[in-house]
């Protein structure tokens, strides 16, 4: 395996498959022509080998996905709400 094509990079006709497995069912995945073509006027990240094809840094999905207009599913989890200290308090005086 070359350099240019590792684990960490993903080639263009492989970009629809990744896009929806990232993105669930929330949106349709791009077709390959759709992602030729952004990658070929610049609007996504890519990497264009000697040969002549391209290929994208597979940490860089989530930009991309956003960049081509699919909703990408938050990873990051949300932070809990504090209970109010006056609740256990008020429980107290109801019961």
Same mark, same amino acid.
């Given at each position: 395996?070359?350099?240019? @094509?590792?684990? $960490? *990079?993903i080639? !263009?006709?492989?970009?629809? +498959?990744? !896009? /929806?497995? @990232?993105? &669930? $069912? ?7 022509? =759709?992602?030729? +073509? ?5 609007? #996504?990240?890519? #990497? =264009? ?7 994208? %840094?597979?940490? +860089?999905?989530? %930009? #991309? /996905?956003? !960049? !081509? &207009? ?11 709400? *504090?209970? $109010?200290?006056?609740a256990?308090? %008020? ?5």
């Amino acid at each position: 395996m070359s350099a240019f @094509l590792s684990i $960490d *990079r993903i080639p !263009l006709a492989g970009v629809p +498959r990744a !896009l /929806a497995a @990232l993105a &669930g $069912d929330s949106t349709p995945p791009p077709t390959y022509a =759709q992602c030729y +073509r952004a990658a070929v006027n610049a609007a #996504i990240p890519t #990497i =264009q080998g000697a040969n002549g094809r391209y290929v994208v %840094e597979r940490a +860089r999905l989530p %930009e #991309i /996905a956003r !960049l !081509l &207009g699919l909703r990408v599913p938050t990873t990051t989890p949300r932070r809990r709400r *504090r209970a $109010d200290a006056s609740a256990p308090a %008020e429980a107290a005086a109801t019961a």
